[in-house]
């Protein structure tokens, strides 16, 4: 993992997306993991609003290394988050 991009403990749920933060040289970089996302690394389990936060924290590690991979080669959208 990359020391110079280090994630938060914040998750912000919303309608089809989870929202967590990275930081990269004193920025914060949102970052967006979408239910369907969630449930592929999880075993395909349905990912709702009720389960999403207890989901991500199962496969935390693998969503954190997508969001990395895709901060290190600078893939953001027009607002300047992450989407995976």
Request: hydrophobic residues 40%.
């Given at each position: 993992?990359?020391?110079?991009?280090?994630?938060t403990d914040?998750?912000?749920?919303?309608a089809?997306k989870v929202?967590?933060i990275?930081?990269q040289?004193g920025?914060?970089i949102?970052?967006y993991a979408?239910?369907?996302?969630?449930?592929q690394?999880?075993?395909?389990q349905?990912?709702n609003?009720?389960?999403?936060a207890n989901l991500?924290?199962?496969?935390?590690f693998?969503?954190?290394?997508k969001a990395?991979?895709?901060?290190?080669?600078e893939?953001?959208?027009?607002?300047?988050?992450?989407?995976i």
């Amino acid at each position: 993992m990359n020391q110079s991009i280090i994630f938060t403990d914040q998750l912000y749920i919303e309608a089809d997306k989870v929202k967590f933060i990275a930081q990269q040289q004193g920025a914060n970089i949102n970052c967006y993991a979408r239910f369907s996302t969630i449930s592929q690394l999880c075993e395909q389990q349905e990912v709702n609003l009720s389960n999403a936060a207890n989901l991500f924290e199962l496969c935390r590690f693998d969503l954190e290394d997508k969001a990395e991979a895709q901060i290190e080669r600078e893939v953001f959208n027009d607002k300047g988050d992450v989407e995976i």
